[in-house]
């Protein structure tokens, strides 16, 4: 598939290879979705509102379809956040085994709700539904640019050890830690 060149796409002309190469990889165009959010999000760690317009110009859709896949994947985001996204799973079994409580806890100790971020710009605490872990609850993924960890049947204390490790390492550092 040959892309238009005439019409100006920031996304297309800041990474054109990999967008063409997306393209080369999937003939149909509204295939090429997922890739290209994965591209738009790569430097910022999120999606702009140009970048989602960018995407929808490329595959002929809405930008309306294509913020719903970003709304819809946990992977993907439209706001800037910390250096680490703990997403809380919330969904009904994980309720059910505590992470209600669990993610209010997190809240009040962080001094934050769900949805911002600790004054020093490390953690941006999220609540997600459904991580298929229901029966390890309370547990959460730890994003860090594309680097997901799963920890599962935590509590506050081993969640709170977690993050002053993650404040150790600073903001130029990389967390290499395992799923507890």
Excluded: W
């Excluded at 995407?55 to 706001?79: K, N, P």
């Excluded at 609850?137 to 680097?147: H, R, S, T, V």
């Excluded at 920890?151 to 709170?160: A, H, I, K």
Aim: glycine share 8%; net charge negative.
């Amino acid at each position: 598939m040959s892309l238009a060149k005439n019409i100006p796409n920031p996304l297309r002309e800041k990474y054109p290879e990999e967008v063409q190469a997306i393209f080369d990889k999937y003939p149909v165009k509204r295939s090429a979705v997922m890739p290209l959010l994965y591209l738009a999000q790569r430097e910022g760690g999120y999606i702009t509102k140009e970048g989602m317009a960018d995407i929808a110009s490329m595959l002929d859709l809405d930008v309306t379809q294509v913020a719903s896949i970003v709304g819809f994947y946990t992977l993907y985001h439209d706001e800037k956040a910390g250096k680490y996204r703990m997403q809380v799973c919330n969904d009904l079994p994980c309720a059910l085994r505590g992470a209600d409580q669990f993610l209010e806890s997190l809240c009040q100790n962080l001094g934050i709700q769900v949805g911002e971020t600790t004054p020093d710009g490390l953690v941006t605490l999220e609540a997600v539904t459904c991580l298929a872990a229901c029966d390890k609850a309370p547990m959460f993924q730890l994003q860090e640019g594309d680097k997901l960890t799963y920890y599962e049947n935590m509590s506050v204390d081993r969640t709170l050890e977690l993050v002053t490790a993650l404040k150790a390492i600073g903001p130029q550092g990389t967390y290499g830690g395992e799923a507890k």
